[in-house]
């Protein structure tokens, strides 16, 4: 009996890890998806202990590439709603339960 409670228990400390970036929600055109994926995925692996810091570089690297206005949020946990321009939002996961949520809104 002891041992399907151990099983149990590490079943649950396993969590599925995602390595690559997964999208949740996203209206932008492919070439700009993709450049935003990887500018996202680049942000949170050099800033991968400061989200801050992650959502500032996002948001001044894609107002550099693709015009002002843009917004980036970092984080666990967070719900939003939000007004975007169209083909302009991206909301994608990265390294397992970190979310990230771009948009453009002038």
Do not use: Q
Not at 80 to 101: D, H, P, R
């Amino acid at each position: 009996m002891a041992e399907i409670g151990d099983a149990k228990k590490e079943e649950e400390s396993k969590k599925i890890v995602h390595t690559y970036p997964l999208v949740r929600n996203c209206d932008m055109l492919d070439e700009m998806k993709s450049e935003a994926m990887e500018l996202c995925v680049t942000a949170c692996e050099k800033h991968a202990a400061n989200n801050e810091a992650a959502a500032r570089m996002i948001k001044e690297m894609m107002d550099k590439k693709f015009g002002p206005s843009w917004h980036a949020v970092v984080g666990e946990g967070f719900g939003f709603e939000i007004s975007y321009e169209c083909k302009s939002l991206l909301y994608m996961f990265f390294g397992g339960n970190v979310a990230i949520c771009i948009w453009k809104c002038s």
